[in-house]
């Protein structure tokens, strides 16, 4: 009801019914239809700690998470008033619909679900929006938004977004460089459209924050950008972000792609999350021949406790590290890990829209036996004898239509095989994806 409330509130909030035909002549509506199928399959031992197999023996436990959604993402934006302060707003529509699900399957985070009795909704959704205040190159939004900075990006990773909900200001007034604030104070999970009056982190440590704000924003360079921000998850900590990225032409069939990012984590206020400092640095190397493109990555923890990230309940916000992979983020304390990938590109030999590629991690060097938290720690604790190493492929084969009635059409198959030390933080398991996305403009 207070997102249904938000969006009446918008259409209230116009200031005069007069600027209609402004508001809504350069308006654009969007809507994503995505259907999801997730199977991930526990391997060495591994059983499925969710739903009812929660109240299983562990040796009666199913070992899979196997669900299938669809799932609707409609955006609304409208134009702008003609007054010195223009107003605006956005809106939004989310629905999931339940395709199959068991309830020893469960937990993939597709669909909604109890945690102890595994059931699922048969659809869940809701409505939103927000108020658009602009004056000149500068915007204020106050409501139901995507923010997508380094220190809180919505996270896109299934059926459907988080939401976040609070103000924030774009200002474009200076040449070449891009200014983003924000406060917000809730949220919605990636399997969920209940609405959170916190934020969580990414690990899962049971950690609670009021509130995630941020300033930062990004200067462009002929062919170079750089990226700073600094941030505050409420009582929790301070995080610094800085990254940036360089692309240079040889000629015209290579390309040569450098990018690095870096954070920092330091405990704040009350310490909610206890003693933490923490930072991370990775890099990425990309060379382009014609339709190929060969990269190479080296990603580094310092200190005893892991990097994190501001969190939706369930899950994180998009991870924009360089070593993250589709299972794991390869960021426990003190690890390192490098990652090499090819992608290709294969138009030129007949078949365009279609892509393929493959990639592969390894980590090691993962000991946090110094740390003092209890939040990173209740797990366990490495063991600074056993040398802890993890490995990670991921394959993906993705489809564009580029013609005829289903143009647009995106087909995505993705594949991950973990693999880890015994006592690493994520099971060993083997995962297909399959997804396929289509978007109607309005």
Known sequence: MKKIATGIGLVIAMPNFAYADLIFKDDQLEILGRNFHFYREYESGGKNPSGANSQLPLEERNNTRNEWGQGFVAKYSSGYTDTPLQVGFDAYGLLGLKLYSDIYETGTLLLQYDPVTGETKSAYGEIGGALKLKYKDTVL???DQFPYVPVLATSTVRLLPTVSTGVSIQDKSFNNLLINAGYFYSMNPLDSTKDLNYFTTDYGAGIKAN???????TYSFPNASLTAYFSELEDVWNQAYLG????????EDQKLKLGFTSFSNTDTGKKKGGDIEAYIASAMADYNYKNHTL?????????NEPFDIAGFSSAGSNNLNYNVAQY????????????VKYEVDMSPYGIPGLTFMGRYFYGWDIDNSNSNNPFYTKRFVYDPNVDYTHRETNLQASYKVPTGFAKGLDVKLRYASSRATKGYRYDDIDELRTILEYTFKF
Not at 211 to 217: P, T
Not at 244 to 251: A, E, N, P
Not at 295 to 303: C, I, L, P, W
Request: hydrophobic fraction near 30%.
């Open 211 to 217: 509130s995630v704000s941020f300033l930062g924003g």
């Open 141 to 143: 939004t106050y409501g």
């Open 244 to 251: 940036g990225t360089y692309l240079k032409k040889i000629d």
């Open 295 to 303: 990269s190479f990555g080296y990603q580094q923890v310092f200190g």
């Open 328 to 339: 794991s983020t390869f960021s426990e304390a003190h690890e390192k890990s490098v990652q």
